[in-house]
């Protein structure tokens, strides 16, 4: 009696199993029909143990509604929340700021309307200077040290007399020589910038760009002063402009030199005149006009561009009679302790040197005008 009981229930498992999906039900089938053959093998000495199996198969298939209902209001709401968002996406779409949610249109990505704050940089930390001047007059000269301020030179005058042939019984001519004593007095030509600690740490280019910014600025500072020194002691020209080209007036000017003996080792010119005497004619001076390996050359003789030269102005003659006199040479020192540096949190670079120029003969040197008449 109690095996049809066990057959009965197992019956009803099993309708209630088909209505399961086969995924789901699997696992509950394989333990009914593991029952069934113990029943067919021994009705009566199992009915026990096939109690126990048959409600361990009814926990399970109730475990099995248990899940399937969960899985189903899972979906059922998780559809309804689809169907929510499907029949309401206009107005989701309009939300702003202060509501909910706020839905930008899709679209194609750019820098303007994608990103906020600056996009990555790459820093090149040698600054692009303002250029020097290419040429000083440092560069054209001679260079005299000195332990002192002052520098004196002995320079030769006209004298009296002559050498000449002596006639027989009478004496001989007298020559006699006059001299000046010249003093050229060095001094400082300097300058200094102050900058923040801060300003150091935070801008690393800073540390190469001072030094180099003030050597190029003391350079030009200098060539100023020496110009001025020149212009001033120079013999000035006597040249006559009239129906000349620029280079015709350097070759006068040549020869007046030549033929006071002095030579002529270099002429300088603003770099516009430079080039107004590339321009020059070719049946004007072909002869003597040239330009070689990117140099201009008069006669041979080398022809610089100066910027610290004004414009239609000109120097030529022999460059070997000026020197620059240097009592103190170029420094240039950092202090963190000048004046309030030390509790302001400065740094003070100063540039330096004791100088002076000596245009120690005056006739060898010719300084000219384009425009004069």
Known sequence: MEALEIKAALEGIKAQVETKTSENAVEVKSLIEALEGKMTADKDAAVLELKNDLKAIQDHADKLDLKLQSKSTSESKEDSLVKSINDNFVSIK???????????????????TNLTGAQPKDYNFDVVMMPGQAV??????????????????????????????????????????????????????AGFTRYSKK???????????????????????????????LAGAATASTVIITGKTKAEMLVDDMSKLEDADYSVNGIVVRPSDYYSILKTPKD???????????QLRLNGINVYKATWLAANKYFIGDWSRINKIVTEGLSLEFSEVEGTNFVKNNITARIEAQVALAVEQPAAIVYGDFTAI
């Open 199 to 229: 300003m150091a740490n935070n801008l690393p280019f800073l540390t190469s760009f001072i030094p180099k910014a003030l050597r190029r600025d003391y350079a030009k500072a200098e060539n100023a002063s020496f110009n001025t020194v």
């Open 136 to 189: 000083n007059v440092s560069d054209l000269i001679g260079s005299v040290s000195i332990s002192g301020g002052t520098y004196t030179y002995p320079r030769e005058g006209a004298g009296e007399g002559s050498i000449a042939g002596q006639t027989e019984g009478l004496s001989k001519s007298q020559r006699d020589y006059d001299f000046t004593m010249v003093d050229v007095n060095t001094d400082f030509l």
């Open 284 to 294: 004007n001076l072909a002869a003597i006009v040239s330009f070689e390996g990117g």
């Open 94 to 112: 309009e939300v702003r700021k202060g509501n909910a949610v706020q839905v930008k249109a899709v679209g194609d990505m750019a820098l303007g």
